[in-house]
């Protein structure tokens, strides 16, 4: 008979095979199933589901968690701290209530596809005003200190509390507001007609390719194919896969979609294979993953130096576009940044302000402060406050992200989390390495991917995001890193310096 | 409170979904997953196995089928009565058995690869008398009639019986080895160097999708891929997919692999999807299954009226191979018959001849009356008795499947059922359908695809194989069809008309 934690240890690794199953299977429906294997897939999904909730909430499993307390053991306390978290955060959810949630957000999904594309913010209200009574509910059963939001940003960034993200995201907007004013009304404007000439699909696919490469990704243990909207996925660290898209006529889509996705995937790649499918091998929040993909994207993949090496191979995979294009003026086409509405198209310097919005806005969504009703207005008064610009429909203001219709408030925070950790990450990753630049510049990403597995990927879950911070940089997280690099970066390049 | 069958057919729709779970981590395994994936797709794949052996299993499925009775409704009855038989094999099989067998043949497996590779059958035959005695277990447990034989066969075959296999294959064998015969001593052999010129893999995928799409394969419902070994599997008839491999100094092996394929899946996107998931959307044996694999890569793809309507857009692939070359001298290319060493090499005459081989050897291994020291000189005899050429080696001889590695005993049969029911439905559909080589010679594939689909598919599993041909051709299987399709074609091809 094995012992506690051994039991324990393998109904663990049953529902860590579980979600990898899971994984590869919704992997399949957004790379390769046919058009018409839609409905058999969502049949094959809900079983693995509904089989995968019976392990989480199994009696024999709470009764193993009983049995098992603290050893002084990291390994073994980080394995046995998650899953009772995971078994009581389960157990606290009424099945009726997970089923309500699902059956409303696949309904509000289309219902949002469809007033989005329409402009018809009144037709999605009902359903945002179902989803946020279901997730108010969630977020009684699952109790939390100071309100309701922060049970449900929990989810995803454990740990996480709302009034400390608040701050945070205070002062990173009063930092960057002034910023991006400056850099809009420097004189020396960025054009990148130079990104936005022709680049041939199959060119596109070999460059990244080439650069995932370049930033250590192991394609002997992952994969690169093509979906409508790119992602990362992992059954493990031996099998992660990225996704990306092609348009023939911009080039940053696919190229930094790829050194994004491939950060995600580095991270997953880093895991310890020894602790697979248990939360020592598994990715200990979405900020930090966001940190990840945010570094190799921006810190490292829009940087001169990264360029210093690569451009040469950027020119001969693309002559026409690029062949009589000096670097320095390609570092800038990359790297223009103005406010925009949109999200997903948003530049580095900006982004973080449509994530701002969107934690304020739903933050008091959730509490009451806001009726669905008023959403509206209050997205465009405050995308004029901190971008600078209002929409002028909803479709490219409060309808333009999916994340509401999927149930997903408390999401939001960890991209603008994952941009502050990478900032100080990178910072300390630079002190640490020395020359880093230098390194970047010479096509040597052995070394930062090597500084981020010690310090950060192979801890998977031992360390909270705000602990793993402290421990790695000596600091709390703030906004500081972020700032300087940002200022560091645009002032130059809008010359401001 | 759903009725007992509703009940029933839940539960059965619940294993039938994660079986096309299972079936999608396979396919994956075999087309896309990364090298080092390989251990974590094991964990992965355990688990699917242990869930669905504990549904299978489950008490509570014992008991709806104790109250689930016949109703006359042909398709709850079928329903119930292959989910009774399911659940009876499952829990006459003790779990210590299956999993002697999983782990014996998984070592088996890689012995034999080894073994086959090195010629050396001694290492092998430990793993064989191993297998042997648990498949001996296995068939004990299961219980049969006549032989144990019977009981193995049954897995692959339901209803299948050991000694009129034994009658039917005694008929073929002494009606095969004379025509066999007469094709070798005619003067006018078949020279096959032009489907042995040079194919490029590009345009050999582009015709091979060609002709897919021509024999009704539908695309929105399937998937073509690359794999080692070519296979199709299904996930519901709407996601059905299916593998090949490409050899640019041979034509046949991936053209004719998808032709074969593709029959496999036609089968299996003709199920009736409001069945998906259960007996009556799944396919009733794999003889049946082979029939439709062999009916459009022989009798179909092999055949004259088909390449009158496909040779020019063959041409068009290929002009350097086939430019110049007549639509009577490349149809006889493809028909070159001869007798071989190994089976999936063989031409489709001397095909049969293969497995009468195997039958014959493996009936009387599993009873005991052929010990498994034994088995090169009986292979080499009979090989020189039925094929008229004995191996020189055992890597070509006994050692060249891996069948017996992966205690597959009893599969072998299927194969040359599935030639003689093809050869007998074909006959039918060529009477029922009147004119059916003017319609193949002017591309119309879909009304023999209908007939198909009408007479076998969309029954599933309600008729066993040897019921259904009944039905369909109004006689029980006999070799008269195949000998009379295979004179009537060979003949005049070796100038014997």
Redesign the interface.
């Known amino acids: 008979m094995p012992d506690a934690y051994t039991q324990l240890l393998n109904k663990i690794?049953?529902m860590g095979?579980?979600a990898?199953?899971d994984a590869?299977?919704q992997w399949?429906q957004d790379t390769?199933?046919?058009?018409?294997?839609v409905?058999?897939?969502a049949?094959?999904c809900?079983?693995?589901a509904?089989?995968s909730h019976q392990l989480q909430t199994a009696d024999a499993l709470g009764e193993l968690l009983a049995s098992n307390s603290e050893t002084g053991d990291p390994i073994r306390d980080t394995n046995i701290r998650e899953a009772k978290r995971d078994y009581e955060r389960a157990c606290k959810l009424p099945a009726e209530l997970v089923e309500q949630l699902s059956w409303a957000s696949s309904l509000a999904k289309s219902a949002w596809a469809q007033a989005r594309q329409e402009n018809d913010f009144q037709a999605f209200a009902p359903h945002l005003e179902e989803l946020l009574g279901l997730v108010r509910q969630k977020a009684d059963a699952l109790g939390y200190d100071s309100e309701p939001y922060d049970a449900l940003v929990d989810e995803y960034e454990p740990g996480a509390k709302t009034a400390e993200i608040a701050s945070l995201f205070g002062s990173l907007r009063e930092e960057l507001v002034p910023l991006v004013r400056e850099l809009t009304q420097s004189p020396n404007q960025i054009d990148d007609e130079i990104v936005r000439r022709h680049y041939p699909e199959a060119a596109q696919e070999a460059l990244c390719r080439h650069l995932a490469a370049a930033i250590c990704f192991?394609?002997?243990?992952?994969?690169l194919?093509r979906s409508v909207h790119p992602f990362c996925t992992s059954?493990?660290p031996?099998?992660v896969r990225v996704t990306t898209r092609f348009d023939e006529q911009f080039f940053s889509p696919a190229i930094f979609g790829v050194l994004h996705e491939v950060g995600h995937g580095l991270y997953e790649q880093g895991l310890d294979p020894a602790h697979?499918?248990t939360p020592m091998g598994a990715a200990t929040s979405l900020g930090i993953h966001e940190s990840q993909s945010r570094l190799w994207e921006n810190m490292v993949g829009r940087s001169l130096p990264f360029w210093k090496c690569h451009f040469a191979s950027a020119q001969e995979y693309f002559p026409e576009a690029l062949g009589s294009i000096s670097l320095n003026d390609f570092h800038r086409a990359i790297n223009k940044s103005a406010p925009s509405l949109i999200r997903v198209e948003a530049d580095e310097v900006t982004y973080n302000l449509h994530i701002i919005l969107r934690f304020e806005i739903e933050r008091e969504l959730v509490s009451g402060r806001l009726a669905v009703k008023d959403v509206p207005e209050a997205w465009n008064q405050k995308s004029q406050e901190i971008l600078g610009l209002a929409p002028s429909n909803d479709s490219d203001g409060c309808l333009q992200d999916i994340h509401w219709s999927l149930a997903g408030f408390g999401y939001f925070p960890t991209y603008a989390l994952g941009n502050l950790y990478a900032a100080q990450f990178y910072k300390q990753a630079s002190q640490d390495l020395g020359n880093l630049d230098e390194q970047i510049a010479r096509g040597e990403a052995q070394p930062l991917r090597e500084w981020l597995r010690v310090n950060i990927h192979q801890h998977g879950k031992r360390f909270r995001a705000g602990e793993l911070c402290e421990r790695v940089t000596g600091k709390r997280l703030t906004t500081a890193p972020l700032m300087q690099y940002l200022s560091g970066k645009y002032k130059p390049l809008y010359g401001l310096a």
Do not use: H, K, N
Not at 32 to 37: I, K, L, R, V
Not at 218 to 223: I, K, L, Q, T, V
């Open positions: 690794i049953e095979r579980l990898a199953v590869l299977v399949d390769y199933m046919p058009d018409q294997g409905s058999a897939r049949e094959m809900a079983q693995v509904i089989t192991d394609f002997s243990a992952g994969r194919d059954m493990g031996r099998d697979q499918f």
